[in-house]
T-cell receptor
């Protein structure tokens, strides 16, 4: 069963706007990761946030984690056409350090 | 470094045929894993390995076998292909045995169709 569920399933914005994607999960976790997948390609790691962290930044990316609500959000600021991709969150159940469970993803379309 | 490589890129099988999907990495990573990606389902873990000689099952292991004789290679075997195994298969690796504490590096994928 899917541990992570992303919301929305699809998002279309114009270049320069911010994009926010959300991930909800079901059980306690050690860490949460976000990945990007361009069409027809493998996944690329974006950022990892540990369960004791609440916010993390990397360039134009901002990730938040609320363990009490079992949710995370990924914010991409000043989006570019090159950000067009699918974005997945990946979580692990506490105590299963070798297994990641991926959500179903958010398809982001950034238009000029 | 080539990173994670997968062969073949595309494959068409008939029901009942067997085949091996190849995966190799040149980053000296301990952890390797196989996922399948189906539309609307995200990625699901098939098998994983925390080091040479050690493998374990993931979420959807039925119909697949793996072995890890070297650090570099982690082949995935389909024993008797079924149409339900039509999917895109990704191999991934990471530095240490704990996949969740490190980023995973993904291969480009193998698109498999079973008729």
């Amino acid at each position: 069963s899917q541990q992570g569920e992303e919301d929305p399933q699809a998002l279309s914005i114009q270049e320069g706007e911010n994009a926010t994607m959300n991930c909800s999960y079901k059980t306690s976790i050690n860490n949460l990761q976000w990945y990007r997948q361009n069409s027809g390609r493998g996944l690329v790691h974006l950022i990892l946030i540990r369960s004791n962290e609440r916010e993390k930044h990397s360039g134009r990316l901002r990730v938040t984690l609320d363990t009490s609500k079992k949710s995370s959000s990924l914010l991409i600021t000043a989006s570019r056409a090159a950000d067009t991709a699918s974005y997945f969150c990946a979580t692990d159940r506490a105590g299963t350090a070798s297994k990641l469970t991926f959500g179903t993803g958010t398809r982001l379309q950034v238009t000029l | 470094n080539a990173g994670v490589t997968q062969t073949p890129k595309f494959q068409v099988l008939k029901t009942g045929q067997s085949m091996t999907l190849q995966c190799a990495q040149d980053m000296n990573h301990e952890y390797m894993s196989w996922y399948r990606q189906d539309p609307g389902m995200g990625l699901r873990l098939i098998h994983y390995s925390v080091g040479a000689g050690i493998t374990d099952q993931g979420e959807v292991p039925n119909g697949y076998n793996v072995s890890r004789s070297t650090t570099e290679d982690f082949p995935l075997r389909l024993l008797s292909a079924a149409p339900s195994q039509t999917s895109v298969y990704f191999c991934a690796s990471s530095y240490s045995p704990g996949a969740t504490y490190n980023e995973q590096f993904f291969g480009p994928g193998t698109r498999l169709t079973v008729l």
